[in-house]
C-alpha cells in the first residue's frame, strides 16, 4: 500500500515563527502536493511538485514556500506564521509508480493540525 | 474551468437507511471523477474513481456512485448506512491524463443510532 506520513499530527507555533511541515512518501510518486482545509472551504491547494526540485503554484500559495530536495520528500515551510495560517495541513502524492504503473488518484497522509497563536 | 460543487454541507440519516451524497461538476468533456472519505481527525481515503467506461462505479466500504454526463452528476450511494459511516465525504474532478484536482468542499454525514 501507498504510505504518505506527515511529520507531526499536531504542532502548536507561535506567531512569526518559521515552522516547516515535512511530508514523505513511498512509492516513487512523481507528484507531491501540500493543500489546506478549512470548515466549509473544503480542500485548497498550496502548492505542487511535478519533480525533483520543480513546483508550481496553487490556489493560496501566499505566505507559504516548498522545497522538494528529493523525489519522497516535500517540505511546506511558513516562513513567518501568522494566526490566520492556523488551519489542517494535508499532504498527498500520486503518479507514475514503480514499476510504471500510473497511479491518477492521490494518497493522503494523516494531515497535520497547525495552530498559530 | 473546471468546478465542482457538493450542494449539501450537511446531512442526518438514522443507521440502516439509504444514503445519496451528491456530486455536480463542470467540465467540457467526461473528467475523472473521484470520492473521498475522512474520519475524524484523519486524512483523506479513497472511495471510489471514475476514468470511463461502465457508468456505475463499485468502491470500497459498499459505496457505489453513477455517473451521470447529462446531469454532470456523481452521486455516491450506499444502500444501508452504518454508524462507522459517519465521517466527511470529498468529491473531486480533474482533466483525463492529469493529476491535479479539485475538490468539493465536502458534506459531513451524521449517522443516527
Known amino acids: 500500500d501507498v504510505k504518505v506520513t506527515q511529520s507531526s499530527r499536531y504542532l502548536v507555533k507561535r506567531t512569526g515563527e518559521k515552522v516547516f511541515l515535512e511530508c514523505v512518501q513511498d512509492?516513487?510518486?512523481?507528484?507531491m502536493f501540500w493543500y489546506r482545509q478549512d470548515p466549509g472551504l473544503g480542500l485548497r491547494l498550496i502548492y505542487f511538485?511535478?519533480?525533483?526540485?520543480?513546483?508550481e503554484k496553487g490556489d493560496i500559495p501566499e505566505g507559504y514556500s516548498v522545497s522538494r530536495e528529493k523525489k519522497e520528500r516535500f517540505s511546506l515551510i511558513l516562513e513567518s506564521a501568522s494566526t490566520n495560517q492556523t488551519s489542517m495541513y494535508l499532504c498527498?502524492?500520486?503518479?507514475?509508480?514503480?514499476?510504471?504503473?500510473?497511479?491518477?488518484?492521490?494518497?493522503f497522509g494523516p494531515g497535520t493540525r497547525l495552530t498559530v497563536t | 474551468a473546471q468546478s465542482v460543487t457538493q450542494p449539501d454541507i450537511h446531512i442526518t440519516v438514522s443507521e440502516g437507511a439509504s444514503l445519496e451524497l451528491r456530486c455536480n461538476y463542470s467540465?467540457?468533456?467526461?473528467?475523472?471523477l473521484f470520492w473521498y472519505v475522512q474520519s475524524p481527525g484523519q486524512g483523506l481515503q479513497l472511495l471510489l474513481k471514475?476514468?470511463?467506461?461502465?457508468?456505475l462505479v463499485q468502491g470500497i466500504k459498499g459505496f457505489e456512485a453513477e455517473f451521470k454526463r447529462s446531469q454532470s452528476s456523481f452521486n455516491l450511494r450506499k444502500p444501508s448506512v452504518h454508524w462507522s459511516d459517519a465521517a466527511e465525504y470529498f468529491c473531486?474532478?480533474?482533466?483525463?491524463?492529469?493529476?491535479?484536482?479539485?475538490f468539493g468542499t465536502g458534506t459531513r454525514l451524521k449517522v443516527l443510532a
Open positions: 498527498a502524492s500520486n503518479g507514475k509508480r514503480l514499476a510504471g504503473v500510473e497511479s491518477y488518484e492521490q494518497y
Open positions: 471514475y476514468f470511463s467506461g461502465d457508468t
Open positions: 512509492m516513487d510518486h512523481e507528484n
Open positions: 511538485s511535478y519533480d525533483v526540485k520543480m513546483k
Open positions: 473531486a474532478v480533474g482533466a483525463p491524463g492529469t493529476y491535479k484536482y479539485i
Open positions: 467540465y467540457g468533456a467526461t473528467p475523472y
